[in-house]
């Protein structure tokens, strides 16, 4: 299983399928580098998913991402590796009508093969912070003032206005 590899939903969810495995974050689209502020995507991407099918008759995901990614630290600007988890809870439909989701369950993508990187990624882009950054006692810049800046840079919002418009854009 690659990150390209299509998925085929409707025969995961009928033999109760499981995915696990790992791949490098550099596979993932760019778009994510971009709510990253990075230039290209690094890191590595840890996942296991399981596969149902739904009372409604779609097709259930959910399971447990974790992701080491390059990222710059918006307080300091030096990059660091920023630790990303995602337990997704996903319903994504085989058809191309957008059935109201089971309880509990968050809509997905209506894609009957979406590629598993594709799925991973939306869940990614939707855990990460607004505003990546060291974790306090490791950043250079708290350390040496003993203040934190109150404003954040404008510049996470914007790459992650911008991924976020393109997986819209991606829906329709
Ligand atoms: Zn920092």
Redesign the pocket.
Known sequence: MTPWSRLDLEALADTGGHLEGRFDAAALDPRLAGALDRDEVTGEVRYALDFQRLANGEVGVRGAIRARLGAC??????P?ELQVSAGPRLQVSSTDERAEPEEGWEPGDPDPSPTLGALIEDELLLALPLSP??PEA?????AAAGAVPKTDTQRPFTGLARALAERDGRKD
């Open positions: 630290c918006q307080r300091c600007l030096e660091f950054r060291h490791d950043c250079p810049v708290s």
